[in-house]
């Protein structure tokens, strides 16, 4: 049996539900989920298997050796790693200082200054273990970039462009864009309809990261590692959360704040300025697209929790509260409004402005990025003030699925997996 050809068959099967799941930009059904899970368990065994024939056809092969020859080579010296981002640091400086001593764990891979050849006049790329554990910490410290539908890219690629149907409205001859169904008699002549497309396309912008480090610094290995690594984290987590909410579109993610799938819930008749009311936040739900509603999220300003503290829901003479705080009775480790959880989050605007409080289905936004986080120093950069220059790329966009809100096929409001409330 062909083993490398049925894992072939096997991998193939496997990116065709991807691709169906991204032609639906709902991600896999449950069905399709078993299947690739199915699919991934009889990967693993089949590259166990080859794996395994060819150690077997290795020894097989050492065993026919002249006796006088080793059975086995001489074991080739392991490549040790660094323990820590700070000491690799440190030891790029070290190499390149005029007379300085050369690490053999550093691999010269790039240059960041003035001869990519030569390592004293230019840089020492971070070894990647280190630089992805950047971008992990990035997502970690990120709120929004971890829930949304996330593509790879491939080596070539610069961009993705992606075949969606062209929705904008569930009435009748709109359906996918254009499809629709008749009831008709015996004999009648059948009426033709077709889907109408669009197509989506995302292009990599990059989110850069530069920092200057003095000598005084450096010759504190952990000291430097816990503020480049812990800092530069952060802020590249600030960054695409502020962008997947905030962005233009312009060089940077397209942000839901700025979609036009995004539907914006007007405030009521006489409402002060600066309050969020029971009232707002039914309207808010009530304009949350129904599919999206079990992966919705509210995401607020801090600025009005107080208010939502103090919010309920009359019923008669009384009342029952919408939002409850986070454990307690509750149990959850989030408050919740409708059952959904709440999250404070920076990047929303501040109490009274559109943006101060937002519902969000993130499974409905698309980010590509390629090749994780790159990493590179240089000494000349700042030579003359004696400081060591640190660079950090990732090359990231995104953008909603939806392009326009929805209308339903009966209804006077407008749907979308995106809700916010107007500027009070």
Same mark, same amino acid.
């Given at each position: 049996?062909?083993?490398?050809?049925?894992?072939?068959?096997?991998?193939?099967?496997?990116?065709?539900?991807?691709?169906?799941?991204?032609?639906?930009?709902?991600?896999?059904?449950?069905?399709?989920?078993?299947?690739?899970?199915?699919?991934?368990?009889e %990967?693993?065994?089949?590259?166990?298997?080859?794996? !395994?024939?060819?150690e077997?056809?290795?020894?097989?092969?050492?065993?026919?050796?002249?006796?006088?020859?080793?059975?086995?080579?001489?074991p $080739?010296? $392991?490549?040790?790693?660094?323990?820590?981002?700070?000491?690799q640091?440190?030891?790029v400086?070290?190499?390149?200082?005029?007379?300085?001593?050369?690490?053999?764990?550093?691999?010269?891979? !790039?240059?960041?200054?003035?001869?990519?050849?030569?390592?004293?006049?230019?840089?020492?790329?971070?070894?990647?273990?280190?630089?992805?554990? %950047?971008?992990?910490?990035?997502?970690?410290?990120?709120?929004?970039?971890?829930?949304?539908?996330k593509?790879?890219?491939?080596?070539?690629?610069?961009?993705?462009?992606?075949?969606? %149907?062209d929705?904008?409205?569930?009435?009748?001859?709109?359906?996918?864009?254009?499809?629709? !169904?008749?009831?008709?008699?015996?004999?009648?002549q059948?009426?033709?309809?077709?889907?109408?497309?669009?197509?989506?396309?995302?292009?990599?912008h990059?989110?850069?990261?530069?920092?200057?480090?003095?000598?005084?610094?450096?010759?504190?290995?952990?000291?430097?590692?816990?503020? %480049?690594?812990?800092?530069?984290?952060?802020?590249?987590?600030?960054?695409?959360?502020?962008?997947?909410?905030?962005?233009?579109?312009?060089?940077?993610?397209?942000?839901?704040?700025?979609?036009?799938?995004?539907?914006?819930?007007? $405030?009521?008749?006489?409402?002060?300025?600066?309050?969020?009311?029971?009232?707002?936040?039914?309207?808010?739900?009530?304009?949350?697209?129904?599919?999206?509603?079990?992966?919705?999220?509210?995401?607020? &300003?801090?600025?009005?929790?107080?208010?939502?503290?103090?919010?309920?829901?009359?019923?008669?003479?009384?009342?029952?509260?919408?939002?409850?705080?986070?454990?307690?009775?509750?149990?959850?480790?989030?408050?919740?409004?409708?059952?959904?959880?709440?999250?404070?989050?920076?990047?929303?605007?501040?109490?009274g402005?559109?943006?101060?409080?937002?519902?969000?289905?993130?499974?409905?936004?698309?980010?590509?990025?390629?090749?994780?986080?790159?990493?590179a120093?240089?000494?000349?950069?700042?030579?003359?003030?004696?400081?060591?220059?640190?660079?950090?790329?990732?090359?990231?966009?995104?953008?909603?699925?939806?392009?326009?809100?929805?209308?339903?096929?009966?209804?006077? &409001?407008?749907?979308?997996?995106?809700?916010?409330?107007?500027?009070?």
């Open positions: 049996m062909d083993f490398k050809a049925l894992l072939k068959q096997k991998l193939d099967a496997q990116q065709t539900l991807i691709d169906a799941a991204m032609v639906s930009g709902t991600g896999f059904s449950a069905e399709q989920q078993t299947q690739f899970d199915t699919l991934q368990a %990967i693993v065994n089949l590259e166990n298997t080859i794996k !395994a024939a060819a077997l056809e290795a020894r097989q092969k050492e065993m026919t050796n002249p006796v006088n020859q080793p059975l086995y080579p001489e $080739k010296a $392991k490549k040790e790693k660094f323990a820590s981002f700070g000491e640091l440190r030891a400086i070290e190499a390149a200082r005029p007379g300085g001593s050369m690490d053999n764990r550093l691999s010269i891979k !790039a240059a960041a200054g003035l001869n990519e050849n030569v390592g004293s006049d230019g840089g020492f790329l971070v070894d990647d273990d280190f630089s992805k554990e %950047i971008l992990k910490r990035a997502y970690d410290t990120g709120i929004l970039a971890s829930r949304c539908n593509v790879p890219l491939s080596t070539n690629a610069t961009g993705l462009k992606i075949n969606a %149907i929705e904008s409205s569930r009435a009748n001859g709109s359906r996918w864009g254009g499809i629709q !169904a008749y009831w008709e008699g015996e004999s009648d059948l009426l033709g309809s077709k889907p109408k497309f669009r197509q989506m396309e995302l292009n990599l990059k989110l850069t990261g530069l920092c200057y480090a003095t000598d005084e610094l450096l010759t504190d290995a952990t000291a430097l590692e816990s503020v %480049i690594s812990q800092g530069f984290a952060e802020e590249f987590g600030f960054k695409m959360d502020d962008g997947i909410i905030n962005g233009t579109g312009a060089g940077m993610p397209l942000g839901i704040m700025n979609s036009k799938a995004l539907v914006t819930v007007p $405030k009521e008749n006489s409402q002060a300025s600066g309050t969020i009311n029971i009232q707002n936040i039914v309207k808010m739900w009530s304009r949350c697209w129904g599919q999206s509603r079990q992966n919705a999220v509210w995401f607020i &300003n801090q600025d009005i929790e107080p208010q939502l503290y103090t919010m309920a829901l009359s019923v008669g003479t009384g009342g029952i509260p919408v939002y409850m705080p986070a454990g307690g009775i509750s149990g959850s480790p989030y408050s919740t409004l409708y059952g959904r959880p709440v999250i404070p989050l920076e990047q929303c605007q501040t109490l402005t559109v943006g101060d409080i937002v519902l969000a289905d993130l499974s409905q936004y698309l980010i590509i990025d390629k090749g994780g986080l790159s990493a120093s240089s000494i000349h950069v700042r030579f003359l003030y004696d400081e060591n220059c640190f660079r950090f790329i990732y090359r990231v966009d995104g953008q909603p699925v939806w392009n326009t809100v929805l209308t339903p096929a009966r209804g006077s &409001n407008t749907l979308s997996p995106f809700v916010a409330l107007q500027t009070r």
